[in-house]
């Protein structure tokens, strides 16, 4: 236990079940302090359900599909309902129809990669705009990112979302500074969670991670990408934004295999 995050009131988006990225933020995020709530997308939502059962105390969960502008305003009348303001948003939502991943990148079509770059990127913009009006100076947006500088085996449209999640973060922070809410991106090593299994190819991505990281790696573990979102939600980074803080062991500074 800790109060990191005490009297915070932070949205945790993209649970869907223990491995999540999203699960680790939220039970941290609890265990520092603050009160939480999910959102759960479709089809999912009954395996959000059961798996907010495993977190104490158990959150509310809001539905959410980040690409329906009128979901986004649902939990914005939820959230001040409930909290009268936010204190955090975790975004962990990211999508590519299959034809867009696994090696498919000279044959995707714009409808695909079009939903690609709305929920993985776009969705950033809209989910901090639709509760910008419930933050108070102080507050903090944090998205999920997988390194945008190179191309990877299967990452395909999914790595050019991300390229593009970067850089709305950065456009984020811009327009938000002035309102003292701070938007940043994990850069997290390979983790398997359902949806990196949903990516054919991704052993070809986790490869040599863990030898080749100079702190090691493992993709069972997602704890230290939570740590680090839950340390980016709290007041110890008061003067960072439009920042990408690499969670991968250090395998993003490395030119050459290491061992
Ligand atoms: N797993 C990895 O190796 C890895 C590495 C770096 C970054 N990330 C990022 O971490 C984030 C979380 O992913 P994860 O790996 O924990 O997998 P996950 O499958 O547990 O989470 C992905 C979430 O996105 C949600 N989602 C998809 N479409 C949505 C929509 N239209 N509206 C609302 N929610 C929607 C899903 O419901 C799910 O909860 C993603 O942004 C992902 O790209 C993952």
């Known amino acids: 236990m800790g109060d990191l995050l005490k009297g915070k009131k932070v949205l945790v988006t993209g649970v869907l079940d223990r491995r999540s990225i999203a699960y680790s933020a939220a039970r941290l995020a609890q265990e520092q302090g603050a009160e939480i709530a999910l959102s759960s997308f479709g089809r999912a939502a009954s395996l959000t359900r059961r798996t907010a059962k495993k977190l104490d105390p158990e959150p509310p969960i809001l539905e959410l599909d980040v690409n329906k502008p009128e979901d986004i305003e649902s939990v914005a009348t939820d959230l001040r309902e409930r909290w009268g303001e936010v204190d955090g948003i975790v975004h962990a939502i990211a999508f590519a129809p299959e034809d867009a991943l696994g090696g498919n990148f000279l044959t995707a079509g714009w ?14 913009q809209a989910l ?32 050019v979302a991300k390229a593009a999640l970067e850089s709305t973060s950065r456009y984020l922070a811009r327009d938000l500074g002035g309102r003292g809410i701070r938007v940043n991106l994990v850069s997290a090593g390979p983790v398997k969670t359902l949806a990196a299994k949903g990516i054919s190819g991704f052993e ?56």
């Open 128 to 159: 901090s705009v639709g509760l910008a009006d419930l933050m108070k100076p102080g507050s903090s947006i944090v998205g999920l990112d997988f390194d945008a500088r190179v191309a990877w085996p299967a990452y395909d449209w999914m790595g």
């Open 204 to 259: 070809e991505i986790e490869g040599e991670w863990g030898r080749q990281a100079p702190l090691g790696w493992d993709t069972a573990d997602p704890e230290p990408v939570g740590r680090a979102v839950v340390s980016l939600l709290s007041d110890w980074w008061p003067a960072t934004t439009g920042e990408l803080i690499h969670v991968d062991g250090g395998y993003h500074a490395m030119g050459a295999p290491i061992r």
């Open 111 to 124: 409808p695909s990669v079009a939903t690609a770059l709305q929920t993985s990127a776009y969705s950033l």
